[in-house]
């Protein structure tokens, strides 16, 4: 019999799993949690073999959970159930120790299956969080700075203006404009000040 804590923030949704679980002999739901916070006492109380967790909740969300939980020795699988499916929740969550990610609209004996096989530490994807994984994994690599680019973004970095790298570079206050549009799009940020902390991030830059 696998061991089960339920982690969601809405009752109806930990009221309606319980029941669903409740009438499979091959489970027992040991507990319930409302949030992140909540779940690793539950945990360390109960020990359970599965974690069903969702997201989004108040006080502690699942991903910081996840890593709780590894932190204070649970050696339960997180199975990640929940209504979001976009990159932002996917990769965080797999990248937290999730064994599966499921959305909460898997049918019932999937569900099952899914729990079953987390148990044995197999990894268990919805076929829309698979696709998004592999998408992930597919996408080229941020294109690096030109050294162009790079030297107006040392010299915004060392607090001078468009007007001033411009004049030190020789070039055109447009270009300079040019230059870091570019910049951010690369580094995938919106003003200089997160260019240049991101430069900083990736060491690109380094203090001086």
């Known amino acids: 019999m696998i061991g089960l804590l339920i982690v969601d923030d809405h009752p109806v949704v930990r009221d309606g799993l319980r029941g669903m679980f409740a009438g499979d002999d091959r489970f027992q739901v040991l507990g319930e949690a409302g949030n992140g916070r909540e779940a690793l006492a539950v945990a360390r109380a109960v020990s359970p073999d599965v974690v069903l967790m969702d997201l989004r909740m108040p006080e502690m969300d699942g991903v910081s959970a996840i890593v709780a939980l590894r932190e204070q020795g649970s050696t339960a699988r997180v199975l990640v159930l929940t209504t979001y499916d ?102 995938g940020v919106r003003d200089r000040a997160a260019a240049v902390a991101a430069a900083f991030e990736q060491g690109l830059l380094r203090p001086e």
């Open 86 to 187: 976009t990159d932002r929740d996917v990769l965080p969550a797999i990248k937290a120790g999730a064994t599966g990610y499921l959305l909460k609209d898997t049918p019932r004996e999937d569900l099952f299956r899914a729990v079953t096989a987390a148990h044995r530490g197999e990894s268990v994807l919805s076929p829309a969080v698979a696709g998004k994984l592999m998408g992930s994994l597919r996408s080229p690599a941020k294109e690096p700075l030109s050294a162009r680019e790079l030297e107006v973004l040392t010299l915004i970095a060392r607090g001078n203006s468009n007007k001033e790298a411009a004049a030190r570079l020789f070039i055109s206050e447009a270009t300079v404009k040019t230059h870091l549009l570019h910049a951010y799009a690369k580094l």
